[in-house]
């Protein structure tokens, strides 16, 4: 049985930085391309950063590039997203997802449950 389960989450000022993780269980997580999507109130779940399985490709929505930081931990099976200089569109629920292939977390074959990022202004 595969789990992820994310922490890190919180209330944080503009400005601030927070730190996400995911630990993975019940399935070789080194295989694996992981991502981190996030969902807004009244808004469609979007894809922020994606890592391939060894960690050397990454990639990021526009609105958050130079920002977020996506990073893999394979000994201990956790994902990673420091997040800094956030700004309040950056409130969602962010989950981490992990795909079916080493180099793309699309389709995801597995969903963490969430943890809620709130950025006061």
């Known amino acids: 049985q595969v789990q992820l389960v994310e922490s890190g989450g919180g209330l944080v000022q503009a400005g601030g930085s927070l730190r996400l993780s995911c630990e993975a269980s019940g399935r070789t997580f080194s295989n694996y391309a992981m991502g981190w999507f996030r969902q807004a109130p009244g808004k469609a779940r979007e894809l922020v950063a994606t890592?391939?399985?060894?960690?050397?490709?990454?990639s990021y929505l526009d609105s958050v590039k130079g920002r977020f930081t996506i990073s893999r931990d394979n000994a201990k099976n956790t994902l990673y997203l420091q997040m800094s200089d956030l700004k309040p569109e950056d409130t969602a629920v962010y989950y981490c997802a992990m795909g079916g292939s080493k180099w793309s977390v699309t389709p995801v074959d597995y969903w963490g449950k969430g943890t809620l990022v709130t950025v006061s202004s």
């Open positions: 890592i391939s399985w060894g960690g050397g490709g990454t």
